[in-house]
């Protein structure tokens, strides 16, 4: 019902930065979070930021305080703004968005995915 596209990503050196954006479409209303995964080689995917309906974010506590997550409800965006990028931040960064279908049950929506390459 949802369907995510995502822009941005590409090879920046360390300490540079890239803003990645996620526009949803589709059963938009169904939305109760949405957020930035991603999975580095060897490494399952794991929770780089999210940002609830109700405006709460939250984020992985190797990126706290280099990247902010933002959306725009007029746009149905979600942006990753990613500053003081490490190589350790190499990853494909897939955007997501959860929804409930039932009492206590979620389904998730996943973007294409974006690579995210830091190195000199």
């Known amino acids: 019902q949802v369907q995510l596209v995502e822009s941005g990503g590409g090879l920046v050196q360390p300490g540079g930065s890239l803003r990645l954006s996620c526009a949803a479409s589709g059963s938009i209303w169904g939305i109760n979070a949405m957020g930035w995964y991603r999975q580095a080689p060897g490494k399952r995917r794991e929770l780089v930021a999210s940002?609830?309906?109700?405006?709460?974010?939250n984020s992985a506590d190797s990126v706290k305080g280099r990247f902010t997550i933002s959306r725009d409800n007029a746009k149905n965006t979600v942006y990753l703004q990613m500053n003081s990028l490490k190589p350790e931040d190499t990853a494909v960064y897939y955007c997501?968005?959860?929804?409930?279908?039932?009492?206590?049950?979620?389904?998730?929506?996943w973007g294409q995915g974006l690579q995210v390459t830091v190195s000199s």
């Open positions: 997501n968005a959860r929804t409930l279908v039932a009492v206590t049950i979620t389904r998730d929506y």
């Open positions: 940002v609830a309906n109700g405006g709460s974010t």
